[in-house]
């Protein structure tokens, strides 16, 4: 699977929103669709599945706030 559907089941599972799918520039913190929990969960889940590691401290949200800034920080990391 490629990072792009990786990223896009990653989160549709997290948030239980299949509709993140339709607006990958949806600001998955403004709606309130990830809170800081999910956002962990997130990370785990790219540094499973992807390989790749995000240290916790060089979070930024703004850097992760769309499904498609989601996919390119993924594929910069990789």
Request: without cysteine; glycine residues 0%.
């Given at each position: 699977?490629?990072?792009e559907?990786?990223?896009v089941e990653i989160l549709a599972d997290l948030t239980g929103?299949?509709?993140i799918k339709d607006d990958m520039d949806m600001?998955?913190?403004?709606t309130g669709t990830l809170d800081s929990m999910a956002t962990?969960?997130?990370?785990?889940?790219l540094q499973g599945q992807l390989?790749?590691?995000?240290?916790v401290s060089e979070f930024d949200r703004n850097?992760?706030?769309?499904?498609?800034k989601i996919i390119a920080?993924?594929?910069e990391l990789q």
């Open positions: 699977m490629d990072v559907n990786t990223v929103n299949d509709d600001d998955l913190f403004e962990v969960q997130l990370l785990l889940e390989d790749i590691d995000v240290p850097e992760w706030a769309t499904p498609n920080k993924a594929k």
